[in-house]
């Protein structure tokens, strides 16, 4: 049995927007810039080559998968995707969704200046609408 | 037929090592980072998730076989993967291995100060290295 625990610095910058086959899919605590984290649920996995074959057949379909809904949902000017893990070690994927007039734009907003919470329930209540996206994907709505 | 056209700025700034069913590799021209770039020769393509499934799934496993010549090649702390194009539109992802000692650690490399090219015929000889050690990691050496 995986005992998977979700590292505790992505717990506490992120909400739960739902579980896919493999990876939890988080919203990240930032207003300025849509950003989702696909965290393959598999202990001990730093590199994406680590994982299964399997496995990282399911990560490239579910990172797909997320890619579409971000762009469904915010229609952004690029996406920028990426496995970095400096910091926090435990494999996770970024799919940030970046635009012209965005906060770090051309540069990467890893590590940039400008983050921002959202404000009140609105973490909450946007992850909920990630969720329904991918649900509304899922089903070719 | 796909008339793929490697972008000039890639180009310019790389130098072939292989060409792997899907995607070229090639070896940035930054002497002070281990870089390398793959690109999946299908024109037009801007975002992972817009390449066909199966592209997707080649793609997956020729990033896992260049991080894993990086790994042996550089026995880097960590990967950076990412897939960003926010300069250079034509899909292209980055495998950086990247030191504790580096010149952007813990930071993102991508627009980082301090890039600095290869002297003499440093790239081609760097790119050939690589080339081999692809080589031997898919005989199994």
Redesign the interface.
């Known amino acids: 049995m995986d005992t998977f625990l979700l590292h505790r610095r992505l717990a506490e910058d992120t909400a739960l927007a739902l579980e896919l086959p493999l990876c939890s899919v988080l919203l990240m605590d930032d207003a300025t810039v849509p950003w989702l984290i696909l965290v393959p649920r598999r202990s001990g996995v730093?590199?994406?080559?680590e994982l299964e074959?399997v496995d990282?057949?399911i990560?490239?379909?579910e990172?797909?998968?997320a890619?579409?809904v971000a762009?469904k949902l915010y229609s952004p000017d690029?996406?920028?995707?990426?496995?970095?893990?400096?910091?926090v070690?435990q494999l996770h994927i970024h799919v940030v969704s970046?635009f012209k007039a965005d906060r770090a734009?051309?540069?990467?907003v890893?590590?940039a200046d400008g983050a921002s919470a959202y404000a009140g329930e609105g973490l909450a209540a946007e992850a909920a609408r990630v969720r329904k996206a991918f649900e509304d994907v899922l089903k070719g709505a």
């Open positions: 730093r590199e994406i080559h074959r990282r057949l990560l490239m379909e990172l797909a998968l890619s579409k762009c690029k996406l920028n995707v990426g496995a970095l893990g400096n910091i070690e970046r734009w051309p540069g990467p890893w590590g």
